[in-house]
T-cell receptor, first 114, second 114 residues
Framework: KAGVTQTPRYLIKTRGQQVTLSCSPI?????VSWYQQTPGQGLQFLFE???????NKGNFPGRFSGRQFSNSRSEMNVSTLELGDSALYLC???FGSGGTDTQYFGPGTRLTVL | QKEVEQDPGPLSVPEGAIVSLNCTYS??????FMWYRQYSRKGPELLMY????GNKEDGRFTAQVDKSSKYISLFIRDSQPSDSATYLC??????????????FGKGTKLSVKP
C-alpha cells in the first residue's frame, strides 16, 4: 500500500506570495491532518479534515487554510507569506478521526520564504 | 512552562550502547504517551504508544511512563547505526490518533556511531 505523498517536496517563495501544498493520504484513509515543524517550535498542529469537513484547528492565523476533496486528498494554502512561515509542512493521514487510529506521516514539504 | 519538555541533544553513542531518551510534562490529564522516530528528510513514524503508567516493550525498545513524576522514557537496547534519527515524544488526553490534541516534544537527535 502506498504511503502518504506530499507535493511539492521543496518550495521557495518570497514574502507576500501565497502557496498551496498538496497531500494524498493512504488509500482508504479519510482523515488528513497538517502540521508545521520548525526547530524553534517543534511540531505544531495546523488543522484536521475528515470527510471534507474541518474537525479541529490549531492556533494559527487565518492566513493558513485548507480543504479536503471527496477523494480525501487535501490541500493547504498559506497566503501573504512571512519569513517565519519557513518550515517543514507535514501531512498525516489516518483511517478515522481521534481514538486509537494511528497517524501516518508523509515526507513533508520544505517551504523556504525569502 | 512548556507542556512537554524534551532535551534536543544531540546525543551521540557508540554502537551497542543502551540509549535513554526522556520527556517531562506538566499536564496531569495526559493519558496516552507516544514515541515517534523521524529520519532525516522523512516524516515521523510512530514507534510505540503507552496508555497511562507502566512499561511497554517491543523488541529492542522499551517505553516507560511515570505519571506520578510526569516523566516518560524510551530505552533502546543494543543501539544500531540505523537507530540514528530524531526521536519525538508526544502525549494526549485521548488516543494516538487524536489529531489536534497531540502535544509533541521538540525531539532529541540521536547519532549511533559504528
Amino acid at each position: 500500500k502506498a504511503g502518504v505523498t506530499q507535493t511539492p517536496r521543496y518550495l521557495i517563495k518570497t514574502r507576500g506570495q501565497q502557496v498551496t501544498l498538496s497531500c494524498s493520504p493512504i488509500s482508504g484513509h479519510r482523515s488528513v491532518s497538517w502540521y508545521q515543524q520548525t526547530p524553534g517550535q517543534g511540531l505544531q498542529f495546523l488543522f484536521e479534515y475528515f470527510s471534507e469537513t474541518q474537525r479541529n484547528k490549531g492556533n494559527f492565523p487565518g492566513r493558513f487554510s485548507g480543504r479536503q476533496f471527496s477523494n480525501s486528498r487535501s490541500e493547504m494554502n498559506v497566503s501573504t507569506l512571512e519569513l517565519g512561515d519557513s518550515a517543514l509542512y507535514l501531512c498525516a493521514s489516518s483511517f478515522g478521526s481521534g481514538g486509537t487510529d494511528t497517524q501516518y506521516f508523509g515526507p513533508g514539504t520544505r517551504l523556504t520564504v525569502l | 512552562q512548556k507542556e512537554v519538555e524534551q532535551d534536543p541533544g544531540p546525543l551521540s553513542v557508540p554502537e551497542g550502547a543502551i540509549v535513554s531518551l526522556n520527556c517531562t510534562y506538566s499536564n496531569s490529564a495526559f493519558q496516552y504517551f507516544m514515541w515517534y522516530r523521524q529520519y532525516s528528510r522523512k516524516g515521523p513514524e510512530l514507534l510505540m504508544y503507552t496508555y497511562s503508567s507502566g512499561n511497554k516493550e517491543d523488541g529492542r525498545f522499551t517505553a516507560q511512563v511515570d505519571k506520578s513524576s510526569k516523566y516518560i522514557s524510551l530505552f533502546i537496547r543494543d543501539s544500531q547505526p540505523s537507530d540514528s534519527a530524531t526521536y519525538l515524544c508526544a502525549m494526549t488526553t485521548r488516543g494516538p490518533g487524536s489529531q489536534g490534541n497531540l502535544i509533541f516534544g521538540k525531539g532529541t537527535k540521536l547519532s549511533v556511531k559504528p
